[in-house]
């Protein structure tokens, strides 16, 4: 997709090094109470009140994670952020700042640069946050992204994957499987273009899955949501891999059992017709697909009747103690061991 | 060196991602108070009373910043910490956690992960910091290391690189230069080995300078001494691309000039020998070279009774008004503008 243009090209070598990250960070703005200091020193300047931080980080690289003969840089940036936010919002708390680190080959100009940050900065811009730091360096081959997360939290409101107990309802947010069936299309399409560039896809009726692949959200809004309704949830994780593993990281850090119903996974019309299309199973991608970037909590029975009826979460099965295991219930009413599969990058190489 | 081993290998991917986090994060254990939740959850938790918190990050990418034919292994994890480290402590603060994401080939089998690991926990307890979090994934190609390191400072002891005035000294803690003559030591005898693999290298005259190279150290212990002297830095950086280059940065975010003495610069009697035998200039590694992870500072001559004499601080020159230019003072004599030539790992792709 960059070797398609043609326009003129800078050279990110004739930067050096400094010239670079001043060029790519000149228009970030902070604008967090929080951030005392941003880019420019040797390390950022953070003041917090009395609360809980949070950190987490993730790395993106290509080839593995990312494909760019369908993933516009910009997106990836975009994207970039969002998978980290996403690790905060799963502790109940709120993001505050990025750094962002990026290893890159000089195959790319500095144009590409620019499209992956202003991603960056759209996302940060979205999401109210601010970048305050990183590292830009050169790779010997592909790109690759490296975001760290931090966000606060008050000190009583932190929710850890831990804290889930019998009977608590197993809730999720959203809809699940539309990024892993978006990448099917979008490899497929691949192929296709391969075999004939001058054909034309049609996606339209694609459209919702392929975004939820290229520009996934994260959900800050259900925190927001969270307190709004009174509800603070026993445990949360945010879902990267596939349910089925968040829920099993859910039951052995919080030491129970769970019952999940096949019938309340919640999908979108899209997802289950092109799983027919595919002729694959939706539950078996809303288990293992991943990439959804959605919450899944749990929350105690009492609370249930503050999100009774909210189109953002959906109760799709209950917590039992940790000897009655962890089962799927199918509609046949048939009960699965659950299984992580989940998206494995190791295997990718 | 990992291939000349042949010892039993487990392929990384055996483990799967989840397996090979936990096993190479289960020794980890958390000591700061600060740290409320370390590995283990979507995010780190911390707590900090009332203190201004840095944060920095870094990228070490194999082929760009190491050669693993020459450097071990557990040297790079150790190092990798370190040069992080050395950042917050920059900015006058003590550190207190680090995040560690690495990308990796499966062609590195799982003892070569463990032993990065060893050197990332040997610097965690060196410098008595908690490994909070990280992700670790696979490469298409080469080793990446991924770090950011946390820190804290009461408010009033923060320095920024934007507060040196004129007239004040210019400070720098220990010598200059030995880790890019370490380099070149390491480089040569790579070479020797291409050629001859039987040859037995006698580096005993240069012990000192390849130590700096493959095992550097950060300068925790000035932070405590500035402490200890009650000498606040008007401004400080760490020494990581070269002096001239570092100065440069004081001086453009100062708003100020300097004259730097060639006579005054620290160096170590096996740099000033290396550069002969090499037959280059030693002034010019210690002002280009990098990598020595030492501290430049700034402060005010009514502290200058407070380090006289104190041999790990050297005063190597003074800061002058900007219209005065930054300079070097030959032993001749002769001024010569300060150049950033600088280590540029753009340039090495």
Wanted: with cysteine; proline share 3%.
């Amino acid at each position: 997709m960059i070797e398609d243009k043609n326009q003129n090209k800078t050279d990110i070598s004739s930067l050096g090094e400094f010239g670079l990250i001043d060029h790519l960070t000149k228009k970030i703005k902070v604008t967090q109470k929080s951030t005392i200091k941003g880019i420019g020193d040797d390390a950022a300047v953070l003041e917090f009140d009395k609360e809980h931080i949070v950190v987490t980080t993730d790395l993106l690289v290509e080839g593995v994670h990312f494909d760019l003969s369908y993933m516009p840089l910009k997106h990836l940036g975009y994207k970039s952020v969002v998978v980290n936010l996403s690790d905060v919002y799963a502790m109940n708390a709120m993001a505050t700042q990025i750094t962002v680190s990026i290893a890159v080959s000089n195959r790319f100009p500095l144009e590409a640069l620019e499209e992956l940050y202003a991603g960056i900065e759209t996302a940060a811009k979205m999401y109210d946050v601010d970048v305050i730091g990183g590292d830009t360096t050169s790779s010997t081959t592909g790109l690759l992204v490296s975001v760290t997360a931090i966000g606060t939290v008050n000190k009583k409101n932190v929710v850890y994957r831990n804290g889930a107990k019998a009977n608590d309802l197993l809730v999720v947010t959203g809809d699940l499987g539309a990024a892993y069936m978006g990448l099917q299309i979008l490899e497929r399409e691949k192929e296709v273009f391969k075999v004939n560039p001058n054909n034309q896809p049609d996606l339209d009726s694609y459209t919702y899955i392929i975004e939820r692949q290229l520009k996934p959200e994260a959900r800050k809004d259900i925190v927001k949501l969270l307190v709004d309704l009174d509800v603070k949830p026993t445990s949360m994780i945010d879902i990267s891999d596939g349910l089925s593993s968040e829920i099993i990281h859910l039951c052995k850090q919080s030491d129970v059992g769970c019952d999940l119903y096949e019938e309340k996974i919640p999908l979108d019309p899209q997802v289950i017709s092109t799983c027919e299309e595919f002729n694959i199973d939706s539950t078996t991608i809303a288990l293992n697909g991943g990439e959804d970037y959605e919450l899944l909590m749990t929350i105690s029975q009492e609370d249930f009747p503050k999100i009774k009826g909210n189109p953002n979460l959906t109760v799709i099965g209950y917590m039992k103690e940790k000897n009655a295991g962890m089962h799927l219930i199918t509609r046949a009413e048939t009960q699965i061991p659950l299984k992580a599969q989940g998206w494995n990058s190791l295997d990718a190489d």
